[in-house]
């Protein structure tokens, strides 16, 4: 059986204020016996779904639930759950938190939008999202990744206009304000404030 809204609203419970799924009580006909559903039932009905992944590259933190045999992603289910619409390309977390699935911090995107609102790097050095001393020139430069393409800003004797310079590129490619400015609180939350 696939995953439709139908099938997220009978299994689950979503508020919508707090971003938090919670295991409905099951019918018998989900299970193969009686016992085995009220085992179910007595152990998961009522409690929260699911648990935090963190990708073993990034270090991306996002909740999934197991639903039917498959890991879905709790925005995933957040999405069914309140809309009767297929899920779009992608889901942002407005607030870049991957753990926060509260209906207002998430949005419908692309994977070029879903890039355009994420945060610092946690091996960022300079404290300021695309920016980085050249040390062979004693400047500062400033660089944006625009549709794929890494795009030099400029060079500059101080950081802030390095940095003023990037942000008003990003301004004008719909980057969200509040990107890269910092890491995401899985690494220890602001570099730069």
Known sequence: MGITPEVVRELLHYDPDSG????????????????????????????????????????????????LGHIRMEHHLAWLWMTDDPLPEEIDHDNRDGTDNRWANLMSSTRP??????????????????VHWNKGMGKWQGYCHIAGKRRHVGSFDEIDEAAMAVMELRADHGFNPKHGLEVAHYYGGLLHG
């Open 20 to 67: 938090v799924l919670t295991w409905k009580k099951r019918a018998d006909h989900w299970f193969s016996s009686r016992r085995i559903c009220n085992g179910w039932n007595a152990r998961h009905a009522g409690q929260r779904a699911g648990g935090i992944h963190t990708h073993p590259g990034s270090g991306y933190q996002c909740r999934v639930v197991r639903i």
């Open 113 to 130: 939008k879903n890039g355009r609102n994420q945060s610092m790097q946690r091996n960022n050095t300079s404290g300021v999202t695309g």
